[in-house]
């Protein structure tokens, strides 16, 4: 049996919700976002409506069962936008609901490790990125940040840029997934992207990045460089967005 949702995380609430009102069995049944799904032959499918009231049940569920840093994990897991975080979310909670309110602290438990392992890579992710993001001040006075994360990280960024950066107008841009979160010194919002073309620097920005590229380059000492650590801490696939690596 295969349950399809349609990529919210409300939908995939919603399917849990399903699966477990109709008692599936942990190991005949799968929740996949329906767009990712390639159908098999003998695969029985069931379409999952989006329910906001039936989701907001399996949330209020899972806080006060295991509390809101469980939540909290599981909003970053599906995060991860792993093709089987649905499963993955339905085995687990099978299983935390068998283990009772500190389930999710038992990583030995496979089911339980597996979401934690979505969770853990999209934490680690987004507390790099909080570092490595950079923004550049285009000519209007709007300072402009694109990055390219692994996983879905916008709406993890713009907490912290919003009480950093409250007094500016900024927009974070998520080129792969062609989104941006747009800051009006009061508000944020979300909406589509593309990447830009050409963006006009400021004369003011084009002298910072010249003077932090020769920081970056006078600062290093050459008997201390070491290639390894570097690229484990700053990793290569991050350096096309980093003003220090465009030279």
């Not at 906001?52 to 995060?79: C, D, H, M, P, W």
């Not at 004369?203 to 290093?220: L, N, S, V």
Request: with cysteine; glycine share 6%.
């Amino acid at each position: 049996m295969v349950y399809l949702y349609d990529g919210t995380f409300e939908g995939v609430l919603s399917g849990i919700y399903v699966m477990f009102h109709q008692k599936c069995p942990v190991d005949a049944a799968r929740l996949m976002h329906k767009d990712r799904y390639q159908y098999g032959i003998f695969d029985e499918v069931v379409l999952v409506e989006t329910q906001v009231e039936e989701a907001g049940k399996v949330a209020s569920s899972i806080i006060e069962t295991f509390g809101q840093e469980a939540f909290r994990r599981i909003g970053y897991a599906y995060l991860s936008e792993d093709e089987a975080f649905g499963t993955i979310l339905f085995k687990c909670l099978k299983r935390a609901y068998k283990l009772g309110g500190m389930a999710f602290e038992n990583l030995s438990d496979p089911d339980i490790l597996a979401l934690y392992k979505c969770f853990n890579a999209v934490a680690r992710e987004s507390h790099r990125m909080l570092g490595l993001l950079r923004f550049m001040e285009l000519e209007k006075g709007v300072y402009y940040a694109p990055f390219d994360p692994t996983y879905d990280l916008l709406g993890l960024m713009v907490p912290h840029f919003t009480e950093r950066l409250n007094d500016q107008v900024w927009v974070i841009h998520d080129i792969k997934r062609r989104k941006a979160a747009f800051y009006n010194g009061h508000e944020v919002h979300f909406g589509e992207l593309d990447p830009l073309d050409t963006m006009s620097l400021s004369a003011r920005e084009h002298d910072y990045q010249k003077m932090w590229q020769g920081y970056f380059e006078h600062i290093a000492i050459d008997a201390r460089k070491n290639p390894k650590l570097h690229r484990q801490m700053m990793p290569k696939k991050y350096w096309k967005y980093l003003v220090e690596k465009l030279h």
